[in-house]
Structure formats: C-alpha cells, structure tokens
C-alpha cells in the first residue's frame, strides 16, 4: 500500500537521511529506509519518484551530490554535503524582524497558522539582530484570509497534480464543477487566486480562492502536467481583475470623505 504521505514531508526526510548518512546511500538503501517511499512499489515507480525529489532538492539549492563507489564506479550513492548545505550565521535588523512578525500576524487564521508560527519562532531564536520590532507597530495586512482551500491547492501544484472543486462565477453566479492543472497562487489586491488550465475549456483560467465552494479534491497521478514557462501568472491575476471591475455610483455628502474626493478625477456634466 502506499505511504500517504505529502511530498514536502517525504522530501524533508530524504535531506534529513542523506545529511546524517555517514558516506552515500544507495538508492536501495533509500527505497528501504525513508519515509515516504513505498518499498512495495515497482522499481519503475520508485525511480521515477527519486529522480523527481533530487530535482526537486537541486532546483531549491540543495546540493545533492552524487558519489561512486572506488571500488565499482557503476554503483553509485547519494548524499548532502553537510558544510555546502549549513547556512551562515543570520543576522537580522529590528525592522528585519518587525516585518517578519507582521508577515506571521498575516497568517493568523489561515491555514498554514502554525507553520508560520513556527517558522518565526526559530528565526527570532537564531536571529543575531537585537533591538524592537516597533517600526512596523500600526501596520496590519490587507490580504483577506484564503480559506480551507489554499493548503490543498498549495500540495497539488506542487505535485503537479490535478485538481477538482465546486466553482461560483463572479459575473452571473452559477456554480459548476471544475477540474484544473493548477500553476500558481496569486495574492493581489487582498485576495487570493489560483492560476491554471482549466480542463474541460482547454484554456488557462484565473480563480479567485473565495468562490470557490466545498473542498478541493486532488484527482489522478503527481506530475500529470508541466507549467507552462511562457505563462505570466501575475499577469492573467491583473486582466482577469481589469474585466471584473465595476463602476460605483457614490452620493457624498458636502465636506465629507476628503481622502476619496483627492483621488476622483471630474466628469462632464453630460456623461
């Protein structure tokens, strides 16, 4: 049966392997002893999967290296070089560490809460910078929160994985299913999309995170599709917001809402 474990765990656990590994580790010796890999599997599968998690450690800066053995240089190994891998010690200013408590503070009530949590509480502890972090007091994130469907859309385009959810549109409100690749998360504007290739329009399509209704099921194998390199994610977040807009008609009352009337630009009686 195989292990139902994420990869971001599976591949934590091979760094932690071939970190601590005294010379190499084989790829037997990984099938066998980390977890995440199902040692039941074919080795076609296996193969496939490791190759993919060493690429996946090299694109992040991990320097996965590969050794032969003297004696037989066909039989080759794997580790993690322990002194090109330690980052030097961080040194981070007050305002360094104000923004990221405020970055944290974003996270309360989303779904990765704790990781974010987490995460702070070990820079702050090996952070060499001292002094307050009240240059950033005052400050609040304008990002509305995600929802429950931001941490499995997170793991599937990662994964590179299909996924199925229930979608409202913004223009006329129907609801219907929606199979998708997805590509990236966007942030903009204080909301949250997904960009990716709807399947059944054939189409790259821009979701806002909010709209959609129900959980978000992952369907069929990892590494289904690739991402598109000639895609601007950013830039179909953007069109997608432009062909959304909406004009309002606002009555102000006189010598009210200064900040509001700087910005408006006269129109013609007429119009």
Not at 59 to 84: C, F, K, S
Not at 150 to 175: E, I, K, W
Not at 254 to 268: M, T, V, W, Y
Request: proline content about 7%; glycine content about 8%.
């Amino acid at each position: 049966m195989a292990d139902p474990r994420a990869p971001a765990e599976r591949l934590l656990n091979l760094v932690i392997a071939l970190l601590n590994t005294s010379g190499r580790m084989t790829k037997e010796q990984i099938r066998r002893s980390v977890a995440g890999y199902d040692a039941s599997a074919s080795t076609e599968a296996f193969e496939r999967m490791f190759e993919r998690d060493k690429e996946t450690l090299r694109e992040l800066g991990v320097p996965v290296m590969t050794v032969a053995d003297p004696a037989h240089g066909d039989d080759q190994g794997y580790r993690i070089d322990p002194d090109a891998y330690a980052l030097p010690p961080m040194e981070l200013s007050a305002a360094q560490l104000g923004v990221l408590r405020l970055a944290a503070e974003f996270w309360q009530g989303q779904p990765l809460r704790a990781d974010a949590a987490r995460g702070l509480t070990k820079l702050t502890a090996t952070a060499r910078g001292t002094g307050s972090t009240d240059v950033v007091a005052g400050l609040a994130p304008r990002i509305q929160p995600a929802g429950p469907s931001l941490a499995p859309l997170l793991d599937a385009a990662h994964a590179r994985r299909r996924v199925q959810f229930t979608y409202r549109t913004a223009r006329t409100g129907s609801v219907g299913r929606r199979t998708v690749e997805p590509w990236r998360i966007v942030a903009s504007r204080g909301g949250w999309y997904l960009v990716g290739l709807d399947v059944d329009r054939a189409a790259s399509r821009v979701f806002r995170l909010s709209r959609i209704d129900g959980a978000v099921r992952p369907v069929g194998p990892e590494a289904a599709f690739e991402v598109p390199t000639d895609v601007d994610p950013r830039a179909l977040v953007i069109s997608a917001q432009r062909r959304e807009g909406r004009i309002a008609v606002l009555a102000v009352a006189p010598d009210r809402c200064g900040a509001l009337r700087a910005r408006a630009a006269r129109l013609d009686a007429t119009t």
